[in-house]
């Protein structure tokens, strides 16, 4: 009986023996393991920097600076005089995001508003996967709802809108970048407390003035976060503009003829009308810094005033 018990015993501490040492094989690998993770990012971004840096600086052996970014004429496939001034494809960009966060910004505030604020749990329920379904619809459908939709309909309001025009893809992109903004906005106010809330209502506020006079400077710093991220993403698309907006670079504020943005330029270019090691060919890594170079500055910018405006409870 003893030996039984004896044996059972040891069976058992073999098994928890055997136990610990898997958790302690675990915990010495799992940080490894995750070390590479984090390494995998860092060296991807490394290597994105390097290839735009190395590709750019080839361009300006070949193209000045001050005609790059000074220059406002951009005609690079010309055969006699090819200038590359930035400004009118800097220029289409702005104008499209503009419009974009014009149509976004205080729809999708309002929105937040709404379901952080007004909203049952049963309506924000259904209106959250809509957005979020918005938010997963191909970008090139969104082109293409730009081009044979929204565009004719907007024709019948200003006849004098181009088939590929600013304003049309600006609006689709107000669309698109929409559920970014109110869903970001609506978590930030949500984590406003509920006393700021119930002592404003005590005070004799009414709930509009609760939402916009408490609650929306409260959660300031989520909603300009919001905005600034929902800025670079507008900047940084690509299939709408390339669909909706044309491939004609120009140095103005009309918003109702054909435009080409930066990332337009490096599909036209990207889709084989410049060969390998051409000037042009070389301009699209050009392109591409100056695009990282703005993303890189609205990601600042987000973090800059989620920290400047950050109210703590």
Do not use: C
């Amino acid at each position: 009986m003893a030996t039984k018990k004896l044996e059972e015993k040891t069976v058992q501490e073999l098994i928890e023996q055997s136990q610990n040492q898997s958790s302690q094989l675990t915990e010495k690998l799992m940080p490894k393991l995750l070390f590479i993770a984090a390494l995998v990012s860092v060296l991807t971004t490394i290597g994105i920097i390097l290839t735009l840096v190395v590709e750019t600086g080839e361009f300006f052996t070949r193209v000045s600076v001050w005609e790059y970014l000074f220059g406002k004429e951009w005609f690079p496939f010309s055969s006699t005089d090819p200038t590359y001034g930035i400004w009118p494809l800097l220029m289409g960009t702005l104008k499209v995001t503009g419009i974009a966060i014009i149509v976004a910004a205080p729809l999708g505030l309002a929105i937040a508003i709404y379901l952080s604020e007004y909203a049952s749990d049963k309506i924000r329920q259904v209106i959250k996967p809509i957005l979020e379904i918005l938010a997963g619809i191909p970008t090139i459908v969104y082109g293409f709802f730009a081009l044979t939709f929204v565009t004719p309909l907007l024709q019948h309001i200003v006849p004098s809108l181009k088939i590929f025009n600013a304003l049309s893809p600006g609006i689709v992109i107000g669309i698109m970048i929409l559920p970014m903004i109110a869903s970001l906005s609506e978590d930030a106010m949500s984590q406003v407390p509920n006393s700021l809330r119930e002592g404003a209502l005590a005070l004799g506020s009414t709930r509009l003035e609760v939402a916009l006079k408490v609650v929306l400077p409260a959660a300031l710093s989520g909603i300009l976060s919001s905005v600034v991220l929902a800025v670079s993403r507008a900047i940084g698309e690509t299939m709408i503009v390339s669909l909706a907006g044309g491939s004609t670079p120009k140095f103005d504020m009309q918003v109702t003829d054909s435009i080409q943005t930066m990332t337009a330029y490096i599909v036209q270019v990207a889709s084989g009308d410049a060969g390998y090691g051409t000037t042009i060919y070389y301009s699209i890594y050009a392109i591409g810094f100056t695009l990282f170079f703005f993303t890189f500055l609205m990601n600042i910018a987000a973090q800059f005033l989620s920290k400047r405006f950050r109210e703590g409870y």
